[in-house]
Antibody
Framework: QVQLQQWGAGLLRPSETLSLTCAVYGGSFSGYFWTWIRQPPGKGLEWIGQINHRGHTNYNPSLESRVFLSVDTSSNQISLKLRSVTAADAAVYFC?????????????????WGQGTTVTVSS | DIQMTQSPSSLSASVGDRVTISCRASQSISNYLNWYQQKSGRAPEVLIYGASSLQSGVPSRFSGSGSGTDFTLSISSLQPEDFATYYCQQGYRTPYTFGQGTKLEI
């Protein structure tokens, strides 16, 4: 049973860099895309980007100039960095596992999620 | 980006009711459509993948249909634990965009 555990700084000042890490326990690390999704307070879900075990990334164009994803296969961890945060970046950030194909049991589905990390941006 | 539009944004219903939530994509996404349920303060959980396949462990009162641009999530007989927010998401092309959500309330 895969488990995703995430952590990182929850309070940032404007212009600082958001930094979060997600560790994957159990299950396979390769063969998936590891994804970051965020949810501003009271709002919907926004896909930030994804990375696989080889370091191949896809980013949301709306955030691409400020976001960087990395992977550490020795510890099965992925990391998110978002530069120059503003109040608009305040959200709950989730990491999730996505299967990058369709089969009888999945189809580009985020089927395992971290617990979420609340990020506040305030001066 | 592919835009996903859900309707309605909110829905009032009672235990035992049958409800339907719609999701429309701005272009054809074949059947690359997932439905998630999110309860307050928790991460979303997948209900339906591939537009119509039931995720393991999800009650059979949930069902999905559609292909191309128009999709539907149905709940046949609402239970108290079903009152939550529901999101559709396309897995056809990155960025894998979500609908804005449908809040199902008593």
């Amino acid at each position: 049973q895969v488990q995703l555990q995430q952590w990182g700084a929850g309070l940032l000042r404007p212009s600082e860099t958001l930094s979060l890490t997600c560790a994957v326990y159990g299950g396979s690390f390769s063969g998936y895309f590891w994804t970051w999704i965020r949810q501003p307070p009271g709002k919907g879900l926004e896909w930030i980007g994804q990375i696989n075990h080889r370091g191949h990334t896809n980013y949301n164009p709306s955030l691409e100039s400020r976001v960087f994803l990395s992977v550490d296969t020795s510890s099965n961890q992925i990391s998110l960095k978002l530069r120059s945060v503003t109040a608009a970046d305040a959200a709950v950030y989730f990491c999730a596992r996505v299967t990058p194909f369709c089969s009888s049991t999945t189809c580009y589905t985020a089927d395992a999620w971290g617990q979420g990390t609340t990020v506040t941006v305030s001066s | 980006d592919i835009q996903m539009t859900q309707s309605p944004s909110s829905l009032s219903a009672s235990v035992g009711d049958r409800v339907t939530i719609s999701c429309r994509a701005s272009q054809s996404i074949s059947n690359y459509l997932n439905w998630y349920q999110q309860k307050s303060g928790r991460a979303p959980e997948v209900l339906i993948y591939g537009a119509s396949s039931l995720q393991s462990g999800v009650p059979s009162r949930f069902s999905g249909s559609g292909s191309g641009t128009d999709f539907t999530l149905s709940i046949s007989s609402l239970q108290p634990e079903d009152f939550a927010t529901y999101y559709c998401q396309q897995g056809y092309r990155t960025p894998y965009t979500f609908g804005q959500g449908t809040k199902l309330e008593i």
